[in-house]
């Protein structure tokens, strides 16, 4: 069974800190991607990471994908409370013929102001 | 921008009534997927499906479940016999290409109430 392992589940940090969160799994995945999901509706879409050890920035955050492509890790600097929500990695194997993602457990994050 | 139309939003139904969710992928996406969401618990993968027929199903996806690709732009998942225990979100997600990046993109959601 695959697994992919998000932590922390929960963070709740104030605005202006730095946080990262992890997605760690023992399988290779030919992509990981990043979700961000608000309550009651789908993941959307941050960004896609492929290749071992690629670096990705959008605006505050920065994602990575380890050198053996096995895990990865969203970094938010100066946190803003725009950015509480759900994160969820998701991680894809191209030998898959199915091509299902699969998903972490998420991390909750709360940013006060 | 293109997306992924998921009706309806909420659906109540009673135990062992069937239940079709449907789905409106991207329009130019090949590959099409069904997920759930157990409140409080990760996203699950059901089935995926590509040219018309199943690529892979999960053990969640038993004899109840079936999907469907009825005309060119719906994609439908059906339970026969609902159950307690498949009250969850369910998305439906499409992607363009199977490559290595394999972007999937999903739908809003249908809440399934099973009473």
């Known amino acids: 069974t695959q697994l992919l392992e998000q932590s922390p589940q929960f963070l709740s940090i104030q605005e202006g800190e730095n946080l990262t969160v992890y997605c760690n799994s023992s399988?290779?995945?030919?992509?990981l991607q990043w979700y961000r999901q608000e309550p009651g509706e789908g993941p959307v879409l941050l960004v896609t990471v492929v290749t071992g050890g690629e670096v990705k920035k959008l605006k505050r955050l920065t994602f990575q994908f380890g050198d053996a492509r096995k895990d990865s890790s969203l970094h938010i600097t100066a946190a803003q409370p725009g950015d509480t929500g759900l994160y969820l990695c998701?991680?894809?194997?191209?030998?898959?013929?199915?091509?299902?993602?699969?998903f972490g457990q998420g991390t909750e994050l709360s940013v006060k102001p | 921008e293109p997306e992924v139309t998921q009706t309806p939003s909420h659906q109540v139904t009673q135990m062992g009534q069937e239940v079709i969710l449907r789905c409106v992928p991207i329009?130019?996406?090949?590959?099409f997927y069904w997920y759930r969401q157990i409140l409080g618990q990760k996203v699950e993968f059901l089935v995926s499906f590509y040219n018309n027929e199943i690529s892979e199903k999960s053990e969640i996806f038993d004899d109840q479940f079936s999907v469907e690709r009825p005309d060119g732009s719906n994609f439908t998942l059906k339970i026969r016999s609902t159950k307690l225990e498949d009250s969850a979100m369910y998305f439906c997600?499409?992607?363009?290409?199977?490559?290595?990046?394999?972007?999937?993109?999903f739908g809003a959601g249908t809440r399934l109430s099973v009473l």
């Open positions: 997600a499409s992607s363009e290409e199977r490559k290595a990046k394999n972007i999937q993109y």
């Open positions: 998701a991680g894809a194997r191209v030998y898959n013929q199915g091509g299902k993602l699969i």
């Open positions: 329009s130019n996406h090949l590959y």
């Open positions: 399988s290779v995945f030919s992509s």
